[in-house]
């Protein structure tokens, strides 16, 4: 009993050095004072969306130096042994080639005329441009958000001082009115009515609270700020309503409009696309070299060909068991398209519906 009532003394112990740590740990956060050109910059360099909109322009980037990789010259190797297990004969009795065989080659490919990947990589700089713009939204709308929530909590906190002044006043007229009623001087209807108006006022109060809550909670999470941490912000509404007044420019050039520009993107990407599949209609052409070095074993054909000296094809004693050879060959390819079942031109018109 004393070893259970120990452990249990010992777990509440523990249990309370914890609680004591995290409040520490809390209080030692402090608050975090922000302007409004802060929350802004601190929302641009840690949001979540605001990296994915950099990373993706990293990856067109990726995608534009694949596509200039086709042209590229491509180099391939490959090596080979085979071991015949049995020949192929060219007439009864009369095999050729040799048991054991080694062949390695070397390729070599050149692309010189390919007109879909120059297209390719056209559209492929308008796809950066897209994700370039993409990324200038997100900035823009974050910016908005982060604007819009900051003035929330600005208001919030502005109606809860209007209200805590509401609440002194009435306390005020509470407690006028209940020395009047006990002096005589004021009808008990008078106070109670009083009473009723400071009660009406305490749930306000508690739903401004809430909201001033819910708007730092907000805040926060556009600026990628941990829940423990408690923010405070620099200024008032009246403040900002004087800079709108005095520095706001408010010019209508829609140059910029970045939905307007996605738009114009996004039409240019159609017509990339439906140059591309034209463009598939049209040959290609490469150039190509191959070397192979190829061992073969010897054969003895000397007993096939009338017993001649040394063997026609067999190894004498200056020589190799393998017979190596290594020819080279080198050459242009070109490839034209001639039907592909409708395939392309139902391409073309779904591009051009879009």
């Not at 929302?43 to 994915?52: G, R, S």
């Not at 939905?259 to 996605?262: A, C, D, F, K, Q």
């Not at 209609?281 to 052409?285: D, H, I, L, S, Y």
């Given at each position: 009993m004393k070893k259970l009532l120990s452990l249990i003394c010992f777990g509440f112990m523990s249990l309370g050095l914890v609680q004591a740590q995290e409040q520490s740990q809390t209080a030692n956060l402090g608050v975090l004072e922000l302007s409004l050109d802060e929350a802004i910059e601190i929302?641009?360099?840690?949001?979540?969306?605001?990296?994915?909109a950099n990373l993706e322009i990293e990856r067109?980037?990726?995608?534009n130096k694949q596509v200039v990789a086709t042209l590229y010259p491509q180099v391939d190797a490959s090596a080979q042994y085979s071991l015949a297990i049995k020949r192929q004969e060219m007439a009864e009795g009369l095999s050729?080639?040799?048991?054991?065989?080694?062949?390695?080659?070397?390729?070599?490919?050149?692309?010189?005329?390919?007109?879909?990947?120059?297209?390719q990589m056209k559209m492929t700089r308008t796809q950066m441009e897209t994700a370039v713009e993409s990324a200038r939204t997100t900035r823009i709308d974050m910016v908005?958000?982060?604007r819009s929530a900051y003035y929330n909590v600005l208001l919030a906190e502005q109606s809860m001082s209007v209200l805590n002044e509401a609440v002194a006043t009435t306390q005020s007229v509470v407690d006028n009115t209940r020395n009047l009623y006990e002096n005589g001087l004021a009808a008990e209807y008078d106070y109670i009515t009083a009473q009723v108006q400071l009660s009406n006022l305490k749930p306000q109060v508690l739903q401004a609270q809430n909201a001033i809550e819910i708007t730092k909670l907000q805040l926060k999470m556009y600026l990628s700020i941990p829940e423990n941490v408690e923010i405070a912000l620099r200024g008032t509404l009246d403040d900002f309503r004087s800079q709108v007044l005095l520095g706001e420019d408010y010019s209508t050039d829609i140059s910029e409009n970045t939905?307007?520009?996605?738009l114009d993107l996004q039409r240019e990407l159609l017509e990339h696309q439906?140059?591309?599949i034209q463009t598939t209609?049209?040959?290609?052409?490469a150039a190509f070299g191959q070397i192979s070095y190829i061992g073969q074993e010897r054969v003895n054909l000397g007993g096939l060909l009338g017993g001649m000296a040394g063997g026609a094809g067999g190894a004498t004693a200056e020589q190799s068991k393998f017979w190596w050879q290594y020819p080279i060959n080198i050459g242009a390819q070109i490839s034209i398209p001639l039907f592909a079942g409708f395939k392309k031109t139902n391409q073309l018109r779904e591009v051009?519906?879009?």
């Open positions: 929302a641009l360099t840690d949001n979540p969306t605001i990296k994915v067109y980037d990726y995608v050729f080639g040799g048991k054991n065989t080694f062949n390695v080659a070397g390729t070599v490919s050149l692309p010189l005329f390919v007109p879909s990947v120059y297209r908005a958000a982060v939905t307007l520009r996605t439906e140059k591309l209609r049209m040959p290609t052409v051009r519906n879009q």
